[in-house]
């Protein structure tokens, strides 16, 4: 920036002048700012051409704009809960949720973001056959799909989607739909079973995602996957059968490397609706956090029966019959609660529906962005359905206004995970390579020497000065010669 600033270029003035302005706004100047610094500047063409000061005032106008059209979803997010709504969710009485937390925070170091989702995926797997919100747009079923990214194994991920599910099938054996499977399978399953719901439950979601990339015959999943989260009827013709499925449930819990996963998948997979149906968790490991192996306390044990107790009770109180009349016969039916929200509940929701689309609209890609928070915003009210209903004590499912906070606070949680993952989603080795480095310069801010980093990560000399020129040139690292070597800094 100063080199621009002090020196007059040798041959593209535009492009000096140009560069300059961007990296100004880039620092956080305003345009007026930008005006004053420019007009000084030995790359001033319009100076040097002798032109009106207007035509520098414009030019540093589209620099703007173009600016702000780059500008990605802001990584400072805005909280969806005012100071007032925070206060008063941390009064409100714990639920299933913060019970079942509880527990299971005290039967290991496995990050307490994956208890969070296990507890909301056992409610989405045993309520969502039979609790429906009618709602203007149609009947939304609170089936939620979830997907847990770990760094490492320290994070314990397996260790907490296997105390969900074993929980899960302690209270309903039949849950699990599949482990893995062809699609005809999952269909085949699905159909012998509907509006009931079936977990797909998978540990290794990278592994069926690479199949699906490579194996011909997993054609058509991710599609299908797709439409079956929103209910919708299908129908596939095979050489010896036909599969028809009316009104699925399907509820996906899984997990993977947040690494491999991101490797993987590229934007289409945002793009076609798949991913933002997912709420995605993540956390880092903490060394703090580690506790040795021992053996389990009574105290563990009778807690765990109790929550076992209360989702026993939960499944009978919504699992009923009813009679309903056919003509002059009576058939017995699967009885059917409809969910309401009070008006404050359904005025919260809209203000935080609006604000989550508004911040996707603003983005630099509003067709990722956009489909991503709103479906979040859906995500969270099944949400807020299944609190409503697993905190029902007078036989009615009313989501008033204190769940639908504690449901928004989840989203709040979530909102940062799901932009993190369809915001790298698709981006080249390159490009991550280029974001570890920078990380990693960032993370010594008494600078690395270059041979530090060229052993780090793998370089020769002709990859290290690719690299770090774009880093110099993007305004993420700051070059520095010490003697015959060089050290990098974060800017």
């Avoid at 007026?32 to 520098?56: G, M, Q, W």
């Avoid at 005290?106 to 969502?128: E, K």
């Avoid at 699906?212 to 919708?232: F, P, Q, V």
């Avoid at 903490?286 to 939960?314: C, F, H, W």
Wanted: charged share 25%.
């Amino acid at each position: 920036m100063l080199v621009l600033y002090n020196q007059e270029p040798h041959e593209d003035w535009s492009k000096a002048l140009w560069r300059l302005e961007m990296l100004l706004l880039e620092a956080g100047m305003s345009r007026e700012e930008c005006f004053v610094v420019t007009h000084a500047s030995k790359c001033n063409k319009f100076e040097r051409d002798h032109r009106p000061i207007t035509y520098l005032w414009k030019d540093i106008c589209r620099a703007y704009a173009r600016f702000q059209a780059s500008k990605p979803v802001p990584t400072e997010l805005d909280p969806l809960l005012t100071e007032s709504e925070q206060t008063r969710l941390r009064e409100m009485s714990p639920t299933f949720v913060d019970r079942y937390v509880a527990w299971a925070k005290s039967r290991g170091d496995a990050a307490w973001q994956y208890h969070q989702v296990g507890a909301i995926c056992i409610l989405s797997s045993l309520l969502s056959g039979v609790v429906k919100l009618p709602t203007s747009f149609g009947v939304i079923v609170p089936n939620l799909w979830f997907m847990i990214l770990a760094d490492t194994t320290l994070t314990r991920k397996s260790t907490a989607m296997d105390m969900t599910m074993e929980l899960l099938l302690d209270v309903e054996p039949d849950a699990v739909l599949a482990t893995d499977g062809s699609l005809e399978g999952l269909l085949q399953s699905l159909s012998a079973r509907p509006s009931r719901p079936g977990v797909f439950w998978r540990d290794e979601f990278s592994g069926l995602l690479e199949m699906i990339r490579k194996k011909d015959y997993y054609a058509g999943m991710i599609e299908s996957l797709t439409k079956l989260y929103d209910g919708k009827y299908q129908k596939r013709v095979l050489r010896k059968e036909v599969i028809e499925i009316r009104d699925p449930v399907l509820i996906v819990f899984c997990g993977g490397i947040r690494t491999r996963i991101l490797n993987i998948v590229d934007q289409e997979y945002v793009i076609s609706g798949f991913f933002p149906r997912f709420i995605f968790v993540e956390a880092q490991s903490d060394i703090s956090q580690y506790r040795p192996i021992g053996p389990m306390t009574e105290i563990q044990d009778n807690k765990r029966a109790v929550l076992l107790e209360e989702l026993q009770s939960l499944r009978d109180k919504f699992n009923s019959d009813m009679i309903i009349h056919v003509g002059d016969q009576e058939v017995s039916t699967k009885r059917v609660w409809e969910a309401t929200l009070t008006p404050e509940a359904w005025d919260r929701y809209n203000q935080f529906e609006r604000s989550m689309v508004r911040l996707g609209l603003q983005s630099i890609s509003p067709e990722i962005y956009m489909p991503t928070l709103d479906r979040l915003s859906k995500s969270g009210l099944k949400v807020a359905v299944l609190l409503a209903a697993a905190e029902s004590t007078n036989g009615e499912v009313v989501v008033d206004l204190d769940i639908m906070l504690r449901s928004i606070a989840y989203v709040e949680q979530w909102r940062e995970f799901s932009l993190d993952v369809v915001t790298n989603a698709g981006k080249s080795m390159s490009e991550k390579q280029l974001e570890a480095i920078a990380k990693y310069i960032h993370n010594h801010a008494d600078g690395v020497p270059r041979s530090r980093l060229m052993q780090n990560f793998h370089l020769n000399a002709r990859e290290t000065e690719l690299l770090l020129q774009t880093l110099d040139q993007r305004g993420l690292a700051r070059r520095v010669k010490d003697g015959r070597a060089e050290r990098l800094y974060p800017t």
